[in-house]
């Protein structure tokens, strides 16, 4: 039966992805905030070092590799959550799509459409 309102199934799985859109942009958001804060604190940190000790050029290569390793690290978990939350939704679509064509070809019809699908099992 087809009908122009979206199922209750739609709509939970629409309702998962603005929930999931909302999580990324937080993430991006409060990571953000971290790294600039961790910038700031090296920063910190290396100009009280450089005006105690009055050596700039040794102490500078040790504050570029952090800052360099923080803002690696959160592009590289930011791209990683990024990647692992297309992979869910997509794979929720899947199992949704998979549930949807179990249902219409029912029980009478499986075997069959299962064989000519993905082959005949061995075994």
Do not use: C
């Amino acid at each position: 039966m087809v009908t122009d309102k979206p199922s209750a199934l739609d709509t939970m799985l629409q309702q998962d992805d603005l929930t999931a859109a909302q999580a990324d942009a937080t993430r991006w958001r409060y990571g953000f905030y971290v790294v600039v804060a961790g910038i700031v604190a090296v920063l910190i940190a290396f100009a009280a070092a450089v005006f105690a000790t009055r050596e700039f050029a040794s102490l500078f290569a040790g504050v570029a590799g952090v800052i360099g390793t923080i803002v690696g690290a959160y592009f590289g978990v930011q791209a990683g959550q990024s990647g692992k939350a297309r992979v869910e939704a997509e794979l929720a679509r899947t199992q949704e799509l998979a549930i949807r064509l179990a249902a219409h070809v029912g029980t009478a019809n499986a075997p069959r459409v299962v064989d000519e699908v993905l082959g005949r099992r061995r075994g």
